[in-house]
Structures are given as C-alpha cells and as structure tokens.
C-alpha cells in the first residue's frame, strides 16, 4: 500500500537549513507528484512546493527563494531544503502524494514530523 | 493567489444535527478539495472533486458548490466527526482554508 514517513531533524537553529526526507512506497516516484505542506502548532496549512513524477517542480511564491525540492528516484525518496530558517518556520511538515486521477488532490499523507527553530 | 475563506471559524453540533461548512474563494476554482484533521494526526483526504467522497467517508457526508462558492454538508452530525476541516483549491498554486473547527455540543 502506499505509505510516506518524514524524518529530519527536530531541532534548528535559526538562520541555518532545514533538510527533511520522505521516503516513500507501494509507488513509484517517476509515476506520482509529491508534495510539502505545513502546519504551524494550532494553525492551519501551508502549501509549500510540489515535484512532480517528471522531476519538474514549482514553489509556493512566499518561499521559493529560501526552498528547494529534489528526489532519489532509486531511493524512493524526495527532499525538502529550507535555508534561512526563522521561528516562525517551527512547524509540523509533512509530504504527500498526489492522486492519479486527480493530481491537484493530496490523496495520501505522511505522518509529519516537526521542526522546531529554537536556538 | 486565490484565496480561501471558511465558515464558521468554530460550530458546536449536537449529534443527528445538520452541519453545514462554507469555502468561498477569491476567484473562481473548478474544483474544491477537503480533508479532515484531527487533533496529533495528519490531514485525511476527505472530498475530491468538489462532490466525491474518499475512500472510507461516510456517505452522510457531501460536498457541493461551484465557481467562488462550496461546501461540505454533514447531514447528521456523529460524535467520531468532531474534527477541524480544511478546504483546499488547485486553480494556479495550491491554497488551504483556514480551517473550520467542528466541535461536539
């Protein structure tokens, strides 16, 4: 079945790089879109880039100069990198895979992990 | 950026009571999204293409709307449907509601 799990640090401090991992299952990275989102404690959510089975990606405006989204295609897995970090980037992120039949709907969620900017 | 206002910002529903959450965007959008979160736990995918339930929804559920205004209706309120829902769009870039507080009266 598919599955994705995030992992990364827990802890940043601010003005460094954030890198996040979701490694995923049950599909292929070259057939499905992938995307970030996160959620600040008891807010709501962030979209924040997408890569899509093509290799290609695009960003949320706010943080495409800070952002940048890859992959390992053998590993099954896409990155997150965030530099630049500040408190207000403390969040719970998670990734997701798009639908097949509808790609512009997160049909399957990691559990998230969460990123606390602290120094 | 096309933006997604819901509501209420909080309900309080008794069970068997009907429910009605609204998403109105900035501009026009084909199609609406919702996903259920509930306290600690991930986003679920909840409607897709405005009106069709996911995989596991109870079909008291439903979801309508077009243009700059939709909705996802619970026609009966259970106890298990206290929970936070988000409406999201994909018109240019991807957005996300605020969110709709649900909570059991």
């Known amino acids: 079945q598919v599955q994705l799990k995030e992992s990364g640090p827990g802890l940043v401090q601010p003005s460094q790089t954030l890198s996040l991992t979701c490694t995923v299952s049950g599909f292929s990275l070259s057939s499905y879109g992938v995307i970030w989102v996160r959620q600040p404690p008891g807010k709501g959510l962030e979209w924040m880039g997408v890569i899509w089975g093509n290799g290609n990606t695009n960003y949320n405006s706010a943080l495409k100069s800070r952002l940048s989204i890859s992959r390992d295609t053998s590993k099954s897995q896409v990155y997150l990198k965030m530099n630049s970090l500040q408190t207000e980037d403390t969040a719970t992120y998670y990734c997701a895979r798009v639908s097949r039949v509808y790609p512009h709907w997160f049909a399957y969620w990691g559990q998230g992990t969460l990123v606390t900017v602290s120094s | 950026e096309i933006v997604l206002t819901q509501s209420p910002t909080t309900i309080a529903a008794s069970p068997g009571e009907k429910v009605t959450i609204t998403c109105r965007a900035s501009s026009s959008v084909s199609y609406m999204y919702w996903y259920q979160q509930k306290p600690g736990a991930s986003p679920k995918p909840w409607i897709y293409d405005t009106s069709k339930l996911a995989s596991g929804v109870p079909n008291r559920f439903s979801g309508s709307g077009s243009g700059t205004s939709y909705s996802l209706t619970i026609n009966t309120m259970e106890t298990e449907d206290a929970a936070t829902y988000y409406c999201?769009?994909?018109?240019?870039?991807?957005?996300f509601g605020a969110g709709t507080k649900l909570e059991l009266k």
């Open positions: 999201q769009q994909w018109s240019s870039t991807p957005t």
